[in-house]
């Protein structure tokens, strides 16, 4: 197993358009976790999924994240009407303990 | 609520030189306490944890202690390397019941060694 593995690894699109990224956890990890990371910020807690249900949304979260996690394996990030402010590294871990976790490089997504 | 402050960068170092990042939290209950490492270009990585009062977290020649007195998780190495130049997060992570256990970062600090 090579790890956690998140695609696209760069994104750019224009304000308004709808963009879905990709993350593959480490097999037999049940936690996932998605962050979001600005630049010269650390990262920022978005949502959990334990095996296949969603069981915390950050309030970052606005109405237009949605993420879903269908079979307890990988799980999609799902942005809709993209704004600029959206421009960040989104971040996904997994881990089979509590606490910490194993993340993956990151999808970079520019928002024009 | 629950944070991490760490020191702001950048730091910048000698090689041989030793390094000392300070890293304070607030939270409630007994915290587990992490060193997250980025170099450039790639993702985060776990350098050390320590999940209870007095653990000292060890890797690669980095060791930070967790102190509960002084709410502190310092990260030290005797000597830095050229290689060790990267961006380091203290964060930590409060169970509970039924929490997500999730990671709170602080903002980073950059370490830059110079040979």
């Known amino acids: 197993d090579t790890g956690v593995s998140q695609d696209p690894r760069h994104k750019i699109t224009k304000r308004g358009q709808n963009v879905t990224f990709r993350c593959d956890p480490i097999s037999e990890h049940n936690r996932l976790y998605w962050y979001r990371q600005t630049l010269g910020q650390g990262p920022e807690f978005l949502t959990y999924?334990?095996?296949?249900?969603?069981?915390?949304k950050s309030r970052l979260l606005s109405d237009r994240f949605s993420a879903e996690r269908p079979k307890g394996s990988f799980s999609t990030l799902e942005i809709q009407r993209t704004e600029q402010g959206d421009s960040a590294m989104y971040l996904c871990a997994s881990s089979l303990e509590v606490g910490g976790g194993f993340f993956g490089p990151g999808t970079r997504l520019t928002v024009l | 609520g629950n944070s991490v402050t760490q020191m702001e960068g950048p730091v910048t170092l000698s090689e041989e030189a030793f390094l000392t990042i300070n890293c304070t939290y607030t939270a409630t209950g007994y915290p587990s306490l992490f060193w997250y490492v980025q170099y450039p270009g790639e993702g985060l990585q776990l350098l050390l944890k320590?999940?209870?009062?007095?653990d000292k977290g060890s890797n690669k020649g980095f060791e930070a202690t967790y102190r509960k007195e002084t709410t502190s998780f310092h990260l030290e190495k005797g000597s830095v390397q050229v290689s060790d130049s990267a961006v380091y997060f203290c964060a930590l992570s409060a169970p509970r019941r039924g929490a997500t256990n999730k990671l709170i970062f602080g903002t980073g600090t950059l370490l830059a060694v110079q040979p």
């Open positions: 320590a999940t209870k009062a007095d």
């Open positions: 999924f334990q095996n296949e249900a969603q069981l915390e």
